[in-house]
């Protein structure tokens, strides 16, 4: 069992203009979306939990021991953080050499990095391209890249910031399958995501971020349920709850599934 326990974390990138604003949260193997609008704080808090940044006060725990006693070296082997923006993370000129560079780093033979670097490959779809130029694949693709590569380090935790945006429907399914693989292994997979309809499809938990706090977290129906605090947030509900509420389905559905299902139930 992974476990992340957070406590009065508070952290800001200018003095007097506080980001992250007194959060407690404990974090197990769920899967656990976050979600919030922009600038909510999402990115600075996963930062934090990687060791990238660190708090003004407060304190992170993870598997009972404590961050700030660790280099960010340290952290890598144990949280892996796939950024929004591949580019950020993509600099080596294969794409096997790329997907390998994260293995390396924490300490993987290079047999074991090419094995998991490859398997990594299978599991993002792009084991055809592991010869090809990152740059000469498109952002979906360079987005896999990037998952793939954190993939290959095996860590028990694993933080995806957005990794839906830009990806159609199959590329989302990938990462849909991906996520359950992970969550399966024992993994603790945290997801910051815009897309409602993920979070509500795949997500166990659904902790939405609000100005730097905790303003729901709780089961992805409970929290996507609370329409009137959503709305304080900015955030919409998964469109097949608000179909479901349309159709006037008792309940709160959470996917096109499940709206099927209710037709299908005798009355
Ligand atoms: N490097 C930085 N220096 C100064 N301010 C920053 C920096 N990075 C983020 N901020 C500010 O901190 C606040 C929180 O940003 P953050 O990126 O954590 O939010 P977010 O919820 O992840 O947003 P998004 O959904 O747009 O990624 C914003 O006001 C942002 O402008």
Redesign the pocket.
């Not at 919030?36 to 808090?45: A, E, I, R, V």
């Given at each position: 069992m992974n476990e992340i326990h957070i406590e009065k974390l508070q952290f800001a990138?200018?003095k007097d203009a506080p980001?992250i604003k007194g959060v407690d949260l404990h974090l197990q193997n769920q899967k656990t979306a976050i979600i919030?609008?922009?600038?909510?704080?999402?990115?600075?808090?996963v930062?934090l939990l990687k060791g990238l940044l660190r708090p003004d006060d407060g304190r992170i725990m993870v598997n009972g021991e404590g961050l700030s006693e660790k280099t960010v070296a340290q952290i890598a082997k144990t949280i892996g953080l796939v950024f929004?923006n591949p580019d950020d993370q993509i600099f080596k000129s294969t794409v096997l050499d790329e997907v390998m560079v994260g293995p390396l780093n924490i300490g993987q033979t290079p047999t074991e990095a090419k094995e998991h670097a490859q398997a990594a490959l299978t599991k993002v779809g792009l084991s055809a391209v592991e010869k090809i130029n990152p740059y000469d694949l498109n952002l979906a693709q360079r987005k896999m890249i990037a998952m793939a590569s954190i993939i290959a380090m095996d860590t028990p935790i694993i933080i995806f910031?957005?990794p839906t945006m830009g990806q159609d429907v199959a590329g989302k399914a990938i990462i849909e399958k991906i996520i359950e693989e992970l969550a399966a292994e024992g993994k603790l997979v945290l997801c910051?995501l815009?897309d409602m309809d993920f979070a509500a499809a795949v997500f166990e938990r659904v902790i939405v971020?609000n100005q730097?706090k905790v303003l729901l977290d709780g089961a992805a129906r409970t929290v996507f349920s609370q329409k009137e605090i959503l709305d304080q947030a900015y955030l919409d509900q998964p469109q097949a709850m608000k179909i479901g509420h349309a159709l006037g389905i008792p309940g709160d559905c959470l996917t096109e599934g499940e709206i099927i299902a209710a037709f299908e139930k005798p009355q």
């Open positions: 990138y200018a980001v919030g609008q922009n600038g909510s704080g999402k990115t600075t808090f930062k929004q910031d957005e910051i815009h971020f730097g």
